[in-house]
């Protein structure tokens, strides 16, 4: 099951991601470089990652206040992925073994989130960015991309057992 909702409003959105934005650059994972995130075929994207653990207690209070229920899973952890223009996620299958996810947008015109309907990659289903947008998936099979970021992408990942 995957599912598109509306979660922050656009000013609540706006101020979260304007202080995850602020971050010195050290801050920042490259996962092209560490723990990648492969794809179907063994390729590397190009994006950033901060964990949860990692963040300025302010902000991780902040995110821990938006967290998304989902009905029968407890949210464990949460990491926020940046993604740079032209950067983005070939498309994988999420392997780090949780049970669900939500992916909490936070800017609009960044971009989409793809997925594959039954894993056929000639059969893309688009999910346009929109700030404060919930998409949640508990398929863990899902195979899924993130195409070419057109501005800086800013989205917080909830992970759930
Ligand atoms: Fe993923």
């Not at 509306?6 to 050290?26: K, Y």
């Not at 949860?52 to 952890?77: K, Q, T, W």
């Not at 992925?81 to 609009?108: F, K, W």
Request: glycine content about 8%.
């Amino acid at each position: 099951m995957i599912s598109v909702e509306p979660h922050l409003g656009e000013q609540q959105a706006h101020t979260i991601r304007q202080m995850i934005a602020s971050l010195d650059e050290a801050y920042w994972r490259d996962r092209s470089r560490h723990k990648p995130n492969l794809g179907l075929n063994g390729e590397v994207g190009y994006y950033f990652s901060c964990g949860r653990e990692s963040f300025p207690e302010v902000i991780r209070l902040a995110v821990d206040a938006i967290e998304p229920i989902i009905h029968g899973y407890e949210c464990e952890d949460w990491v926020v992925n940046r993604t740079p223009i032209g950067g983005g996620m070939p498309p994988h299958i999420d392997n780090e073994g949780y049970l669900a996810v939500s992916l909490l947008c936070m800017q609009s015109n960044s971009g989409e989130f793809r997925w594959y309907e039954n894993k056929d990659l000639d059969k893309p289903q688009f999910i346009l960015d929109k700030s404060g947008q919930l998409i949640r998936f508990n398929q863990m099979d899902l195979v899924h991309s993130v195409p070419s970021a057109l501005s800086e992408r800013y989205v917080i990942v909830f992970l759930y057992r």
